[in-house]
């Protein structure tokens, strides 16, 4: 017997989904994420309509376009391109496993820094406590940093881009619970790396990686430019704050392959999209995403 709560769920998020609707993807989301797909409030649906429209077109029209919204020099090329792009959103990206090890010695020697001042049962929790139960979680190897979830991943064969959209109460600095000076945008940027790496290692080739960052408001978008320069200012910097790469990790290349734009960007992109193609069908899903509520012109029948 079906669940009516989650059926009516399921009608909430397809009203709002311009394709895909009855993809099995939607039945695999978390609920906390199906529910935000049904909030009217929320950018969700409108992420889904996006880039689940973007990945029917031929990626040379449109991810050079994308990356440009952030100033990425890095582009794939054209044959590249031609090989077919694969997208995933919402992916949860675990921190990598040196990161992991790390945190775990120097959780056992009592040497993390968590941020101070968290409450709990109306006091403040003292470091020697915190220390205490990191120290316990390293010996039961629990891991002591969470996985980040990813907006979107487009992979092509020897790159991949991770799109984050901030909502406006996401920070850029917000610290882990364990690492007062592992930040958000740093744990991005370390996930995408360590991500590219393992499908280096799976293809026997090299794959880059970038990270756009796209802020639904404009008001967010100079706290998340702010932090990337200061994190990304020097060569020096960007290693200290990323201890256990080893001295293979070469920070003077990820400057030029991270780039912030704005949400709003995407309408201009989509624009310019628009008049690229020739094909019915694709400007059908354009036209529904550029007028919403506006009748579109079906391609005709066969």
């Known amino acids: 017997m079906s669940n009516p709560t989650m059926s009516g769920l ?42 689940r429209t973007l990945a029917q077109m031929d990626p040379v029209l449109w991810l050079p376009g994308l990356l440009a919204l952030g100033r990425i020099r890095k582009v794939p090329g054209t044959a590249e391109l031609s090989a077919g792009i694969g997208l995933t959103l919402w992916k949860r990206v675990r921190p990598p496993a040196e990161r992991l090890a790390w945190l775990q010695r120097r ?25 205490d139960e990191m120290k ?11 996985p980040v979830e990813v907006d979107a991943i487009v992979k092509c064969p020897r790159s991949v881009l991770f799109v984050e959209i901030p909502r406006p109460e996401e920070s850029p600095d917000e610290p882990t619970a364990t690492d007062v000076n592992r930040t958000y945008l740093l744990r991005l940027i370390d996930a995408g790396i360590s991500y590219a790496e393992c499908r280096s290692r799976a293809q026997r080739g090299p794959v880059d990686f970038s990270l756009l960052i796209l802020p639904l408001r404009s008001e967010s978008q100079e706290p998340w430019t702010r932090a990337l320069r200061a994190l990304t200012g020097s060569p020096a910097r960007l290693r200290r704050a990323l201890p256990h790469r080893g001295s293979s990790f070469d920070p003077s290349t990820v400057p030029g392959r991270l780039g912030i734009g704005s949400w709003s960007g995407m309408r201009g992109l989509l624009s310019d999209l628009r008049r690229k193609i020739s094909d019915p069908f694709e400007a059908v899903l354009l036209d529904r995403l550029l007028r919403p509520g506006k009748p579109a012109h079906a391609p005709a029948a066969f």
């Open 10 to 51: 399921a009608s909430d998020i397809r009203r709002r989904l311009l394709i895909d609707r009855y993809s099995s993807v939607l039945s695999r989301l978390p609920p906390r994420r199906q529910e935000s797909l049904a909030d009217p409030r929320s950018p969700d649906a409108e992420i889904w309509n996006v880039f």
């Open 136 to 146: 316990g979680r390293a010996r039961r190897r629990l891991p002591l940093e969470d």
């Open 107 to 131: 959780a056992l020697r009592g040497e993390l820094r968590p941020p101070v001042g968290a409450r709990r049962k109306g006091r403040v929790i003292p470091l020697s406590e915190l220390r």
